[in-house]
């Protein structure tokens, strides 16, 4: 369109992409869905319930993998590999577990032409593999601790399905743990919920409440059950890790003992842990905004996205490759000198959330510098180009900092307390996000809660504040302070 | 023992150790196997024909990918992630394809308590689910090429299993890209069989025969098969990796057209190729000894170990510490200060393949040196300490060159030319290795040679030599040199 000023054409480009996403106030579900299509994370596939993660999206989880991994191994955690399947056999062996999860497997009846004597399901979590495994191994005091971890998919035949937030195949980890004390067994599941809230908060910009779950909540076969919860954009709650502690039930179910120093044989104390691709679910309904994704630096693909401007014109194209080479050796960088329009690529890099665009053309050049934009608040900086390899990581630290302060202002603001049932009734049916309430310690009451205002419990957060001094919701005397809500 | 010599303490301790594994003179297969447990590699598990992998041998398959993976992004490769499962129809739409691997693929035929309406199959292989994708993305010629590649684990229903050789999973990557032209995507298939091989060379130490498989040994619906082929200790083959040239024959089975520049709609070009946890067996057959498992520095999880002499004595342990910490600048390192004795520690780290045991007693400190032993031929070099980190990584590299240089002598003494059908039954029969024969190209002989001297055809070596005129089987004109052999 020959004729019209840039600006111009800048607007409708941007509009044009812009339009194919819905706003996240007109239809928040759709929003979603459209982020996770047109920033291409994910494609549909022909595989009921289960998803395509598309290069972009899957470089994503490279990088959470690669820095968590760094965390569990800083820890002392080594990876293992475990067989894809459990012989019913197995998986029935802790009771409360198998109830857990059966009704959710895959089972593989026939191998090639052949019926299987004993059916096999996918695993949906290994902690019947691992106590089986470490039956094997484990004989002496001195084969523990056990600090094990695993990278893999799981599999669950869930109804309802949604990318990244619950597909019926998903990529985690899941740590498994086994410890001569009781004592030591409790400091990892806590030392674990403490590095999986440190990573949400540090690496992901995302806040996140520590706490535990009621027993109603509570992993299948475990004592006890720790969650870090996050608030998304829309007021629901997304439970991002867990860390279960297990005493020596599967320990005793799994006949796995040791012999202490003194020649007495004693079961050990078990953890495990895990978290998921919901993670990537997790940042986009925490960060994303109108224009499609956002994405915390240390997790973006590309951290900074170089735009030549004008490039045609003499010697833009030499200086943005001189500086694209300096930009590499700072952050994952990307030039994009093809032939689609600036707004254009304004618009596409927007959607894909990259943290810092950075714009070079003549003028800039003239005055030796660039300008660069973050993607979290559309601030405009002037860089000069000699000071550029401390100021884009100073740039994408404040990136960081900006996306987890408006996250955790927006959770703030979205935080309620409820005093009473009406209370509770009135906040969950009109203010979507967390609500703070005391409770009794009674399961009648988390079931009542559930049936008449439509809220689960979220955890029992480790920072304890009263509130009152009775239950929400019978009125007899309170135990504890609990958020609610209601979650993905 | 007080009052024995510490060198006869050493030879005890070592000796109770090796007794343990079965030489591999005596019994190759029990040698093997030996190696994989006592090297703690693997466990056995509960679920027939699948192998847990222990955490020194998980480590060794995280350094493989991390190389890798590593080679394929330069080479311009993203990774991604398909479904687990295949619908039955998916399977089924490449004739040649479902046909080679329908009778060993495991059946999923219920979800949760229902019987599913149609039968999933757990990926064997993603050709199809890659086909199924690519329909979806791919329209223009902008769109082309897609250069993709996964990790992930795969099931094939083998009916006899061995550790990494031969499992019903076993972790794998595989490639699978698309393409304009014929030309792209056969030039695609040489280029990922050349960074196999380079792969295989440089970064294992094993040398490796490149070439194309006879038709008869075909991937599943590929036009042609590339493969790398190695010779282990014992004489046999191991194929190593494949890398396959599909023509445009799933494009057309599963409807993928691109719009080329003149609006022509053409059907894209396709290979895919694979490399799995193989090439740890491969690695164990190719360098290991009688003392146990021999580690190309590459992959090896510990590079060198520390191990502390008369450590009680005074001044050895801080010293061992200030060498440990520039250790680890320089390379994989461990000190074990364990209170077990240096021989055990010995034998240890022999079994587990560490490439380089450095020594440091009273007597190294006084003369400011330790003694770096070589797990490849033993070699002791006494190492100032002041070259350190100049001498370790030399001494690697040369552990490197020594592990291939032998294993390239040992292919060249265990490779033989058969002339006739007498000669080559005569060498099968009495001389383990790769067989060089001349072949008319002809099925039939392939078939025949199979039968009377228990070979297969190993590859069309891409470096041709002719060594007659005629077919080793039916005497008739030759077309082309082939390597043969008994394989894994």
Redesign the interface.
């Known amino acids: 369109m020959p004729g019209l000023p840039a600006g111009h054409l800048l607007t409708m480009a941007k509009e044009k992409l812009v339009k194919s996403i819905t706003s996240m106030e007109e239809d928040f579900a759709k929003w979603y869905t459209d982020v996770v299509i047109k920033a291409e994370l994910i494609?549909y596939?022909?595989?009921k319930g289960?998803?395509?993660?598309?290069?972009y999206g899957?470089?994503i989880?490279?990088n959470i993998q690669h820095i968590m991994d760094g965390m569990f191994k800083e820890a002392g955690h080594?990876?293992?590999?475990?067989?894809?399947?459990?012989?019913e056999s197995?998986l029935q062996k802790e009771k409360d577990h198998v109830e857990g999860f059966a009704?959710?497997?895959?089972?593989?009846?026939?191998?090639?032409?052949e019926e299987l004597e004993e059916r096999?399901c996918?695993r949906p979590t290994s902690e019947t593999?691992f106590c089986?495994?470490f039956k094997?191994?484990v004989h002496s005091y001195r084969d523990l601790p056990k600090l094990?971890n695993q990278w893999?998919?799981v599999?669950r035949?869930e109804k309802t399905t949604r990318p990244f937030l619950r597909s019926?195949?998903f990529?985690w980890q899941e740590g498994h743990t086994l410890h001569a004390t009781a004592q030591e067994a409790k400091e990892e599941t806590i030392r674990m919920l403490n590095i999986y809230a440190r990573f949400a908060e540090e690496v992901l910009a995302m806040p996140v409440v520590k706490g535990q779950k009621t027993e109603k909540e509570r992993f299948a076969g475990a004592e006890a059950t720790y969650t870090i919860e996050a608030l998304m954009h829309d007021g629901k709650a997304l439970q991002s890790g867990t860390s279960h502690y297990f005493g020596d039930g599967f320990a005793k179910a799994f006949d796995i003992e040791y012999t202490d120093k003194d020649n007495v044989k004693i079961h050990p104390f078990q953890t495990s842990w895990g978290t998921t691709t919901r993670l990537i679910g997790a940042v986009i309904m925490t960060h994303g905004d109108d224009s499609g994704l956002v994405l915390p630096p240390a997790i973006a693909p590309i951290q900074a996205v170089l735009i030549p401007i004008a490039s045609h014109k003499e010697g833009v194209m030499e200086k943005a490759a001189e500086v694209f080479t300096r930009l590499k050796a700072v952050c994952r960088a990307k030039m994009d000198d093809s032939d689609q329009s600036p707004g254009w690529k304004f618009a596409e890099y927007e959607m894909k959330g990259v943290p810092l665009r950075i714009e070079l053309g003549p003028k800039d050049i003239e005055q030796n510098s660039c300008v660069v934009v973050r993607r979290d608040n559309g601030e405009k900086t002037v860089v000069s180009l000699d000071e550029l390899e401390t100021a884009i990581p100073a740039l994408l630290t404040a990136v960081r900092d900006g996306l987890y302060n408006k996250a955790l202002a927006r959770r703030a603001a979205m935080t309620y307390d409820a005093h009473n049932l009406d209370e509770m009734k009135d906040i969950a049916d009109h203010k979507p996000g967390f609500i703070r309430a005391m409770w009794c310690g009674d399961r009648a009451c988390e079931d009542r809660l559930k049936e008449t205002a439509g809220v689960t419990s979220r955890c029992v957060p480790f920072e304890q504040e009263t509130i009152g001094d009775t239950c929400v919701c019978c009125g007899k005397k309170a135990v504890s302070m609990l958020y609610w809500g209601k979650a993905y």
Chains 1, 2 share one sequence.
């Open positions: 494609d596939s022909s595989v289960c998803m395509i993660i598309r290069p899957y470089a989880w490279e080594e990876n293992v590999y475990m067989p894809l399947f459990i012989p197995l009704p959710e497997v895959a089972w593989v009846t026939h191998g090639g032409n096999l996918v593999l089986d495994h094997n191994i094990y893999c998919s599999v035949w019926r195949e990529l």
